[in-house]
């Protein structure tokens, strides 16, 4: 078990915290605004009303003993960044900022932040990869320059050996994955001899230009 802090209930933070608590873990949640911490009090360890841009207010909560603190304040760029400040201040070791832009992403950073969130644009780009390529079932920035992709094999691929598409030299593409639907499981870090199904969906990770060549071909 695990424990965080989300600073900021609104949409994204209060499904963030509230998930991170149904998985087993110890959740903080603080905000400024009491009625966001009534609505999530039941559904988190513990729900604090407070101004985290106020170092003094968040001060005696303890939360450099945490394993994360996830700042998620809305378009208030000015607050995120305080907030920000106040927990590299406090000695906290992982900072995760809920961005609204590329600008804010990289003063935030400067400031501290340890990981940067930015679900309207993830969400687009995995939207905008869906419907551009129809076999795309999910798309995942993972770091720079690389992603995650989810997709149903094409049909050239079915009935073939990993090991004869040979992925990784074509494309510098590799399969960390399979689910399988028949039987259901899922495959983890498949062998060279696994001969795909048209039943099955690959989890690929590779650079955006290797994905892009791939998708391509």
Not at 11 to 16: A, C, R, S, T, W
Not at 58 to 66: I, K
Not at 177 to 193: G, L, Q, Y
């Given at each position: 078990?695990?424990?965080?802090?989300?600073?900021?209930?609104?949409?994204?933070?209060?499904?963030?915290?509230?998930?991170?608590?149904?998985?087993?873990?110890?959740?903080?949640?603080?905000?400024?605004?009491?009625?966001?911490?009534?609505?999530?009090?039941?559904?988190?360890?513990?729900?604090?009303?407070?101004?985290?841009?106020?170092?003094?207010?968040?001060?005696?909560?303890?939360?450099?003993?945490?394993?994360?603190?996830?700042?998620?304040?809305g378009?208030?760029?000015?607050?995120?960044?305080?907030?920000?400040?106040?927990?590299?201040?406090?000695?906290?070791?992982?900072?995760?900022?809920?961005?609204?832009?590329?600008?804010?992403?990289?003063?935030?950073?400067?400031?501290?932040a340890?990981?940067?969130?930015?679900?309207?644009?993830?969400?687009?780009?995995?939207?905008?990869?869906?419907?551009?390529?129809?076999?795309?079932?999910?798309?995942?920035?993972?770091?720079?320059?690389?992603?995650i992709?989810?997709?149903?094999?094409?049909?050239?691929?079915?009935?073939?050996k990993?090991?004869?598409?040979?992925?990784?030299?074509?494309?510098?593409?590799q399969?960390?994955?399979?689910?399988?639907?028949?039987?259901?499981?899922?495959?983890?870090?498949p062998?060279?001899?696994?001969?795909?199904?048209?039943?099955?969906?690959?989890i690929?990770?590779?650079?955006?230009?290797?994905?892009?060549?791939?998708?391509?071909e």
């Amino acid at each position: 078990m695990k424990q965080f802090a989300v600073i900021g209930v609104g949409n994204f933070g209060y499904y963030l915290a509230v998930r991170l608590y149904e998985k087993g873990h110890e959740v903080l949640a603080i905000d400024k605004n009491s009625d966001r911490i009534q609505d999530i009090r039941d559904r988190v360890s513990r729900a604090v009303v407070a101004d985290a841009a106020d170092k003094g207010a968040v001060q005696p909560l303890g939360l450099e003993q945490m394993d994360a603190v996830a700042v998620s304040t809305g378009d208030d760029l000015s607050e995120s960044i305080l907030i920000c400040l106040n927990l590299k201040d406090l000695g906290v070791k992982r900072i995760l900022a809920k961005v609204i832009s590329e600008s804010h992403a990289r003063i935030v950073e400067k400031i501290g932040a340890t990981d940067v969130m930015f679900p309207e644009k993830d969400l687009a780009e995995s939207l905008a990869e869906r419907l551009h390529s129809p076999n795309v079932i999910e798309y995942l920035p993972f770091m720079e320059d690389h992603s995650i992709l989810e997709i149903t094999p094409p049909q050239a691929f079915v009935g073939k050996k990993l090991k004869d598409l040979d992925l990784i030299n074509r494309f510098g593409i590799q399969v960390i994955a399979i689910k399988e639907s028949v039987p259901e499981r899922v495959n983890m870090v498949p062998t060279a001899n696994y001969t795909l199904k048209d039943s099955d969906i690959l989890i690929l990770l590779g650079s955006n230009e290797g994905i892009e060549k791939f998708k391509a071909e």
